[in-house]
């Protein structure tokens, strides 16, 4: 469950709303929430248009299986029943733990220049990080066909080596979500498989610094010393510090890194095999209502969403350089008319 709590910027001051030691007016929403089932969510949708149009119903069927633990409460409940209900997701394999409960999310979101901000964000997902068995996949297209497993990092890491082992090379591809800076290390555990991963500056960061640690234990950090906040004006700047970081997830055989960049779009970094080369694109953020896309909670799933619906709707995935921009020129659409409605 998702609680996404909006301040409201003090009209008279200008002041920023939200402050520590005391509350602050603003309103709250209660959605279904969480990583992966807002992908099942949004892939979900996706599919239902997409098999009701001509170029649907001439392929084989899209279908999206959800696989993840919840606690045996109303609020699992009315999640996995609205995904079946509405969206005709498979989730038979959910599993109900009645010892835990159904994970939370609070988000506290600010009012910067007229744009929501997440200013902190409290997590209580123990309920995923139980260890949970192997899973077939969470989005495959017709059977013996192509195959995304979209994988989370608010697994723990034996529940992401259970998802991915005896991954089938030829049929089956793995789709790393960061999910966040503390928990996008646990790619180590798993880099060997992943196929695609969609990080932002600080997850990107963090996770190659994680693979630096696992070749030499105890080495630094790739330092930054200009761009401590890793904050930028353009996408070319931020390929300019963070082109390294890219490299040592395509050493480690990482196809491709969409590298999420807020209103300065994404960076589709596409390895290209046996060549040793990479390839760069720049995909701008579409806009909504006139202003470019922001990174706001939701917008991202529904990037990553789109991206992999995009993906696995090819007869064969081959994770080729015009491939992959098209894939992150879909989910941008995708996450633009997600925060458009999320706006109104």
């Known amino acids: 469950m998702d609680i996404q709590c909006q301040s409201e910027r003090n009209t008279k001051t200008n002041a920023t709303a939200m402050q520590r030691g005391t509350s602050v007016k603003g309103s709250c929403v209660h959605t279904p929430g969480g990583v992966g ?50 969206l005709r997701v498979d989730v038979k394999d959910v599993k109900m733990d009645s010892s835990s409960r159904t994970s939370t999310v609070v988000a506290l979101l600010d009012d910067q220049d007229g744009e929501r901000e997440l200013f902190a964000c409290v997590a209580d997902v123990a309920d995923v990080e139980i260890p949970i068995g192997r899973v077939r996949s969470s989005s495959r297209i017709g059977e013996g066909q192509s195959r995304f497993v979209v994988c989370d990092a608010n697994l723990s890491e034996e529940s992401l080596r259970n998802v991915v082992s005896g991954k089938d090379e030829q049929n089956e591809h793995v789709f790393f979500e960061p999910t966040s800076v503390t928990k996008s290390v646990k790619i180590a555990s798993i880099v060997n498989v992943v196929d695609a991963t969609s990080p932002n500056a600080k997850e990107l960061r963090e996770m190659a610094n994680a693979l630096r640690r696992s070749l030499a234990p105890g080495s630094p950090p790739s330092p930054c010393p200009f761009n401590p906040h890793l904050k930028f004006a353009s ?103 997600t925060l458009g409605s999320w706006k109104k």
């Open 235 to 337: 996408a070319q700047e931020a390929l300019n510090v963070l082109a390294g970081d890219l490299q040592i997830l395509h050493s480690h055989g990482v196809k491709v890194v969409f590298l999420t960049l807020g209103e300065l779009g994404s960076i589709v970094s596409s390895s290209c095999g046996e060549s040793g080369k990479t390839r760069y694109a720049h995909v701008k953020a579409e806009r909504v209502n006139g202003t470019s896309t922001y990174s706001v909670v939701g917008a991202g799933d529904a990037f990553v969403a789109g991206v992999v619906f995009k993906l696995a709707s090819s007869s064969k995935v081959k994770f080729n350089f015009k491939e992959n921009v098209d894939a992150a020129a879909f989910g941008s659409k995708v996450a633009a008319l």
């Open 37 to 86: 089932r807002n992908i099942c969510e949004t892939v979900g949708a996706l599919v239902s248009i997409w098999m009701s149009s001509s170029a649907g119903r001439n392929k084989n069927r899209l279908s999206v299986h959800m696989h993840s633990q919840i606690g045996e409460d109303d609020v699992g409940r009315k999640m996995v029943e609205q995904l079946q209900r509405e």
